[in-house]
């Protein structure tokens, strides 16, 4: 009756499968607890999975009246995201084994929508730079991206259609970019973060790892509440400026490659690309202001930690930590200003255009695991608090996948996934 | 060799008396204990206090090398914000003896300073409205205010000089203001928010009960790595703004001769006080928006609870869930777009002004311990993220406390508390 492996369905063909009757829930989360236990001991997604709780819950599911847009998803949960009924590790020993008492908003609201908490996903330490076990599916001698890697690598190893994830620099989109998933960040402030193990709240922000556009939507609309997206906008005529931003000299040739080839395609498509340019203050406005930033929140939401278990802390995180306690209030506050005066500076550099091309990362993944990239075409965006997703368009000269960014301005978010279907129809799927 | 019995001293008398040695920890632990046993029966301002845990405390402080600037104050937590060692309740049955794993960013933060966390405030359920057991303490037949109702009168009653609450709407300035004590609310996003159960994210707001404005800047400064204020800023001639609100005329007449009062005597003392309005759609914009933004976003924060425990939710934040989870996204968007275009009209606001001056409150804390009061004349401010404070100068017709507020520039906060102790100086305590 349907056409392909279970565990190959995205989210919305699961959920319209289960809905009709055709497949039970049961079914679905049979498949992907199979897939995981064939991919499990090469990639190492998971930091907690129960296939009994699993199937508890999919028969649970399976015996109650069918409701809600999730029905049936199983969906991965980065472990700094609290579960009631699952350990929230934090990537750290200091929570191994931690139970929380309450589901994060973000996971109550996937349930309540239906959705089949499936685990939790390998996070690097707290969510900052600290790498678990977890490798590249790709290619396991490389790293899959930080911080949420697990959750990029679930989806992208079809273990499962959907994973939550969190961006303070770039966790979500560079995790999404090595591993060949769509990663779709929200404008800042749109996802509740109640229940997430914050990292820096000015920064923090929660999103969605899928394989296609429709499922980042369908997800973000579950738990926002927001108007199903209006898929036909994108096919008006479409402006896109191109936005190499003062990263460009960083970036390798394959994502140049995949950003020229982009324009070129989109072109030759009808699409109208024009080059848009970010003012000339906000390289060293964003570049010294995010030190500064991340390190003096994360160090305050790290007080407890530091102070009862020091010893259990990596020394990368020590290092912000430390210097977050020694940064003063002001330099903090001028930080602040400094990337309100660029977020005030958006909408000119939005000006006639759709959406912003970019890069997602400076290439592939790199090798090895110590490291989980650079994160700066990310960040960018994340301080911005602009909405973007990344699509695994490109494939670099490694074999690797190799992203693009879009990016739109604030709250202009079903504006962006109506574009970003569009863009990825007309260049398709790298590789 | 104290003049004054140790529990009515402020936070910096204290933090001076044990650093130079002349009573220690123990000592002043003691006496607010003292203070306690008299009063609780009456004011029930604590959810949980463990004298034995409290003299523990004090004698660890007591046995190590003395430093930090709060060494020894006694602090009240409000019992929505995590403690490591002492049950956090929120005020709710659902949460009874709930023990969170690590404490709050604030917590850690004053502990790192020599603080001595004395107990748990009581709180209006997850401070929100439906309010505890805990009475005016200058008429048990009337409210404290709340949300923060234990902070403010655990503060006003003299047993302990220093307590933490927050703030969303008004629930940090109004108990202050009907209990008589100074509530500062710095600016949005200073004072770190992880571990504190979250309400509305985008207004929930740290800040502080205190008896002396110095406290409040002490208090401040140690968590946030703050600069101390310059005091004698606010010896320079002073502009103050008289900034009525389009509220005024739900101002009692007790609200209204204070700030007419205070308006007098800052003009005799040779402050320029000058008229300064909010642009007129303040008053639409704000007023739709706050309903809109908190139940959205205190709906998503409580998703948990209303899954699993709806019969023990109130009545009143049921109301507010119910009413979250339906609104669309666009309209709490919308909500968002129009206190954004208030926040961004504020600096004309304060052109030429050092700060604005304003009622804290209605009136006297109303007949009755069922309604906490009226939120408006504060919430103003929390939406716009303005820090802000109360000073306790003025008595009303009842003979209970009537407060007056000051209000400065976003990340003034130093100069905040520079002008309002002048003021108060100038002023005097009400009563």
Chains 1, 2 share one sequence.
Not at 314 to 325: A, F, P, Q, T
Not at 385 to 401: C, D, E
Request: glycine content about 8%.
């Amino acid at each position: 009756m349907i056409d392909r492996p279970l565990h190959q369905l995205s989210a919305a063909e699961v959920a319209a499968a289960v809905s009709s009757g055709r497949v039970n829930c049961e079914a679905v989360a049979r498949a992907c607890l199979e897939r995981v236990e064939q991919r499990e001991s090469i990639v190492r997604a998971w930091s907690f999975l129960d296939p009994d709780l699993v199937l508890r819950q999919a028969r649970l599911l399976d015996a109650q009246p069918r409701g809600g847009a999730l029905y049936g998803v199983p969906v991965g949960v980065k472990d700094v995201i609290d579960t009631h009924d699952m350990p929230t590790g934090m990537g750290s020993p200091i929570y191994r084994g931690y139970r929380p008492r309450a589901d994060a908003s973000i996971v109550a609201l996937l349930r309540a929508q239906g959705a089949l908490i499936f685990g939790k996903t390998v996070t690097c330490e707290f969510a900052f730079v600290a790498p678990g076990p977890t490798t590249n599916p790709h290619d396991s001698s490389r790293t899959p991206g930080g911080s949420s890697s697990g959750s990029a690598v679930a989806v992208a190893d079809y273990m499962v259609p959907l994973a939550i994830g969190t961006q303070t620099g770039g966790s979500l989109l560079r995790p999404a970019s090595y591993c060949g998933v769509v990663g779709y960040k929200p404008t800042f402030g749109l996802v509740n973060r109640a229940g997430v193990k914050q990292a820096a709240e000015s920064l923090d922000t929660l999103g969605f790892m899928v394989r296609t556009v429709e499922d980042a939507a369908i997800a973000c609309a579950a738990v926002t509440n927001a108007a199903p997206v209006d898929w036909l906008l994108a096919h008006r005529p479409l402006t896109i400026g191109l936005c190499r931003t003062h990263l460009w000299d960083g970036a390798q040739d394959e994502t140049r490659q995949a950003i020229d080839d982009s324009v070129q395609r989109l072109a030759g498509a009808g699409v109208t690309v024009r080059e848009a340019e970010l003012p000339a203050f906000f390289a060293a406005a964003l570049s010294s202001a995010r030190e500064i930033i991340n390190d003096y929140e994360r160090a305050r939401s790290m007080v407890h930690e530091w102070t009862h278990h020091p010893d259990a802390i990596s020394e990368s995180l020590k290092r912000s930590i430390r210097n977050g306690l020694l940064t003063p209030r002001a330099r903090f506050v001028d930080a602040l200003a400094a990337v309100e005066r660029c977020r005030a500076a958006l909408p000119a550099v939005f000006d006639g255009v759709d959406a912003l091309l970019t890069p997602s990362v400076a290439g592939e993944a790199p090798l090895g695991l110590e490291w989980t990239g650079d994160h700066r075409f990310q960040s960018l965006w994340t301080m911005l608090h602009t909405p973007t997703i990344t699509l695994p368009t490109h494939t670099g000269l490694q074999g690797l996948p190799v992203g693009i960014q879009l990016v739109a301005p604030l709250y202009a978010d079903n504006h962006l996934l109506a574009i970003a279907r569009r863009v990825f129809d007309l260049l398709g799927r790298g590789g």
